[in-house]
């Protein structure tokens, strides 16, 4: 990953000068544009370094710090060339720029916009080179394309994966919004490599990505995925959008990414289906689900539809799902139905009363369990409400 941090130690980009946003110096750089239209924000995909004089607005203060913020949070860092157009950007646009965590990087005169860029994407080329070997390389460990393991451990140590020594944990995050991907993902890895110490890696496949955390100390792994896994809403320090993310299990030796990545899909899989409400999904924690799914493709679940038909058509349907969804919290589901706890508690019990099964009986909570269950993965259909 080419982060602003390493382009400035690159000559002749050591001659920028940081201005403002020295503590998010850790922003991703994908892209070089060079733009002096009003309208930038429309030509940028995210993650670029935006180079500018300001041309096009150099005598408003005020729209210098509203292009700061409308490019906050998909630009990854602004230069700024100062001489021609302004003398010197102004105490606002910092300011501005230091509440938008956005990095301003100061051009000095001499220096031309096509050594910065050309320097930016050379780096960025050897980094996207490295990325497509290792993107291939995960890509034949997970679809098990070779036939000498030794020779896939040895080309590991090419990537630093060191298959005697170190374990590897998989995870597998999904939003359909971009930008919350990014910026979770990032606050995740920088998040895992501060607290836990270990090797993290972002890589694209199958349409989708995968994280791999490595380290020599598998209980750091296992410690890792249990904390995430207790994080139901994505934590105040991760909590970037609408995210699902499966966790696999940490394991060693070759197959340990292949067995954790299917891990990792299948909870996550399981868990947008039973947990809506929560963003971290634990093959640790839905193992049993896993296990009952497989019961249900064995048995007739028209032994659950009688529960289902009958709770649908007296409207309870979604009061029982959503009981299991948060757990049992009345609290909670008063909150998400917009109703009084007393209706909730109400609801509880007539649910009861119609199935005949007690929610505090074990027996009874599994059978209403799996009629839910079912009928979350589409083994009951009911009839459409009128």
């Known amino acids: 990953m080419v982060t602003v941090a390493e382009i400035l130690k690159m000559a002749p980009l050591h001659k920028l000068k940081v201005r403002a946003g020295k503590k998010y110096l850790d922003h991703e750089i994908t892209d070089t544009v060079v733009m002096e239209v009003p309208d930038i924000k429309k030509w940028l995909h995210g993650g670029e370094l935006l180079i500018t004089s300001m041309y096009s607005i150099r005598g408003s203060v005020k729209e210098q710090c509203r292009l700061v913020k409308s490019l906050s949070g998909i630009c990854s860092c602004i230069a700024i060339k100062t001489g021609n157009y302004i003398k010197e950007i102004s105490k606002e646009v910092l ?5 938008c965590q956005m990095p301003i990087l100061e051009i000095p005169s001499d220096m031309t916009y096509s050594a910065i860029t050309m320097a930016i994407m050379m780096r960025i080329a050897d980094e996207q080179n490295e990325t497509v070997m290792l993107k291939k390389y995960i890509a034949d460990i997970i679809e098990e394309n070779y036939s000498d393991p030794q020779q896939m451990i040895r080309r590991g140590l090419l990537f630093q994966f060191d298959f005697s020594l170190d374990s590897f944990l ?10 919350s991907m990014v910026s979770f993902t990032k606050s995740l ?12 890696r972002k890589i694209e496949y199958n349409d989708g990505m995968l994280l ?10 296992e410690k890792m995925a249990a904390d995430f896994s207790q994080e139901k809403s994505g934590g ?6 609408i995210i699902s993310c499966g966790i696999g299990r940490p394991a060693k030796h070759i197959d340990a990414i ?3 990545y299917f891990e990792a899909k299948q909870a996550r899989r399981l ?17 049993f689900f896993g296990c009952a799914e497989m019961v249900l493709d064995r048995i007739d679940t028209g032994y659950f539809s009688d529960e289902v038909q009958m709770l649908q058509k007296e409207e309870l349907l979604d009061t029982l799902i959503s009981y299991y969804e948060l757990r049992g919290n009345t609290k909670k589901m008063a909150e998400k139905m917009f109703v009084h706890p007393n209706t909730v508690h109400y609801r509880l019990r007539r649910i009861e009363e119609l199935t005949q099964c007690r929610l505090a009986d074990p027996v009874d909570n599994i059978k209403l369990y799996m ?16």
């Open 236 to 241: 105040s320090e991760l909590e970037n959008g």
């Open 170 to 179: 998989v995870l597998t995050p999904f939003s359909e919004n971009r930008s």
């Open 258 to 260: 292949r067995t954790s």
């Open 189 to 200: 890895l920088n998040y895992a490599a501060a607290k836990y110490h270990c090797r993290c």
């Open 371 to 386: 009629a839910v269950f079912a009928y979350k993965l589409h083994r009951i259909e009911t009839e459409p409400e009128s």
């Open 95 to 99: 300011q501005t720029a230091e509440d």
């Open 212 to 221: 791999i955390f490595q380290s020599s100390q598998i209980e750091m792994l």
């Open 271 to 287: 868990g947008e289906i039973l947990f809506p409400e929560e963003t971290f999904y634990s093959s640790e924690t839905l193992y």
